[in-house]
C-alpha cells in the first residue's frame, strides 16, 4: 500500500479521488487551500492539509515530513473561458504551483506523478475526434498552463527518471461538483439556475458541442493509474465519447430535475465550437469499462443537487483584464 497525496482532494474530482484510494487502502493526504473545495468533501479517514500549492516552503516541508509515493495533482483553477482574463494568477495558481510540487516531488523521491490535464490542451482541433497524437494549440491561458505542466513532467521524467501519468479529462460532472460556481461546468450552472427557478443560460446560439464525462466513469481508471506499468509516462484521453449539443444538454438537465427546458441566449464568448475526443487508447491500457448514460450520469447528480443545494462561491474579484469580458458575468 502506498502514501499518496491528492492536492485538491477536497474539489469535485479529487474528493472522489482521494476516497477511491482511501477505499483501497493506501494512505491518503490531501493537500487544498479550500479556493474551490469544502471539507465536507474530504472522507474519514483521509488527512487535510489546508494550504496552498503556491506556497513553496509549505509545499517543501509536507514531502519532507509524509515521504509520498505518488502524488495526484489536481488543485488549480480551472475556469478556462475566466482564464483569459486572470492570466498572472492563472500561470501562478496552476502553473508555478505545479513547479513547487514538481520540485519536492523530484527531491523526494516520489515514484509517479500523475497529473490532471485538460482536453483545452488541445485548442480548436481541426481533427475530431482528437487523439493524444493530435497536436496541442491550446487557445487560452488555462490550456497554455496545463501544457506546460504537461512538458515540465516529461522534461523531469528525463532528467530525474520521475514517472508521469497525464490525464485529459473534458466536461466532467456529477456528486460533489461545487454548482455555485458561475464561470464553469455547465451542467452545474444549469443544475443551480432551475433551482433558482431561473432560465438556463446559453452563450450563442447553443449548437456548440461537447462529451460530458460522469464522475463514476474516470475516477476509478485515474486510481487504477499508479498499478499499472503500461500507463507509466503516458498521456490519455479520458471522459466520455458521445458529444452532444448545449441546447440537447439543457433539454436532458431539465429532464433529470424534473422542470421545465427554459432556455435564454446570451451573446457567443470566444470559445472552441467543437471539441471531443478519442478514447481508444485508455481503453486499450486499462481495459473496456462500462460509461454511464447521460441520463443516468444526469440522474444522478440531480438527486444529489436537490439534497445538498448550491454552496455559495465567492465571486472571483481580481479579474486582470476587463477588455470583452462577458457581460453575462457581470451579473
Ligand atoms: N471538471 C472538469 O470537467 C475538468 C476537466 C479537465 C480537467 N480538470 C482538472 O481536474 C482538476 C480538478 O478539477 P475539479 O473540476 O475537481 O475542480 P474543483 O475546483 O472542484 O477542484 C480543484 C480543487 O483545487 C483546490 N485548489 C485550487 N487552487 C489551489 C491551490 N493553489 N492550492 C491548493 N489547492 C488549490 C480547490 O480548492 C479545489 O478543491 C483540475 O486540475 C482541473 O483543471 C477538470
Not at 516541508?61 to 492563472?90: M, P, T, W
Not at 431561473?198 to 464525462?213: C, L, N, V, Y
Not at 440531480?302 to 453575462?328: C, D, L, M, T, Y
Amino acid at each position: 500500500m502506498k502514501s499518496i497525496l491528492v492536492t485538491g482532494g477536497a474539489g469535485f474530482i479529487g474528493s472522489h479521488l482521494a476516497a477511491e484510494l482511501f477505499r483501497r487502502g493506501h494512505t491518503v493526504t490531501v493537500l487544498d487551500d479550500l479556493s474551490g473545495g469544502f471539507v465536507d468533501n474530504v472522507a474519514d479517514g483521509i488527512v487535510l492539509k489546508q494550504g496552498s500549492i503556491t506556497d513553496a516552503e509549505l509545499v517543501d516541508d509536507l514531502f519532507q515530513r509524509s515521504h509520498f509515493d505518488c502524488v495526484y495533482h489536481l488543485a488549480a483553477y480551472a475556469a478556462e473561458g475566466l482564464s483569459h482574463f486572470i492570466k498572472r494568477f492563472n500561470y501562478n495558481n496552476n502553473l508555478m504551483g505545479s513547479v513547487n510540487l514538481i520540485n519536492a516531488a523530484v527531491n523526494t523521491g516520489v515514484r509517479t506523478f500523475a497529473f490532471t490535464s485538460s482536453i483545452a490542451v488541445y485548442g480548436a482541433s481541426p481533427q475530431l475526434p482528437m487523439t493524444e497524437e493530435t497536436p496541442a494549440h491550446p487557445e487560452d491561458s488555462y490550456g497554455i498552463a496545463k501544457l506546460a505542466v504537461e512538458h515540465e513532467l516529461q522534461a523531469s521524467q528525463r532528467m530525474f527518471g520521475m514517472d508521469y501519468v497525464i490525464f485529459r479529462p473534458h466536461n466532467v460532472y456529477g456528486e460533489n461538483q461545487n454548482i455555485g460556481d458561475k464561470y464553469r461546468n455547465v451542467v452545474g450552472i444549469f443544475m443551480n439556475q432551475i433551482l433558482q427557478n431561473k432560465p438556463m443560460t446559453i452563450f450563442g446560439d447553443g449548437t456548440q458541442t461537447r462529451a460530458f464525462s460522469y464522475i463514476g466513469d474516470i475516477v476509478p481508471i485515474m486510481a487504477d493509474a499508479i498499478e499499472v506499468p503500461a500507463a507509466r509516462n503516458e498521456i490519455f484521453n479520458i471522459g466520455a465519447d458521445q458529444p452532444y449539443s448545449v441546447n440537447d444538454l439543457a433539454a436532458a438537465v431539465a429532464r433529470s430535475m424534473g422542470a421545465p427546458a427554459e432556455i435564454v441566449h446570451v451573446p457567443s464568448r470566444n470559445e472552441v465550437a467543437h471539441a471531443y475526443s478519442s478514447h481508444e487508447k485508455v481503453r486499450r491500457v486499462f481495459g473496456e469499462r462500462k460509461l454511464h448514460s447521460l441520463d443516468d450520469g444526469l440522474e444522478r447528480m440531480a438527486r444529489w443537487v436537490k439534497q445538498h443545494g448550491a454552496r455559495s462561491s465567492k465571486r472571483f474579484s481580481n479579474i486582470e483584464i476587463a477588455r470583452n469580458f462577458p457581460q453575462a458575468w457581470l451579473v
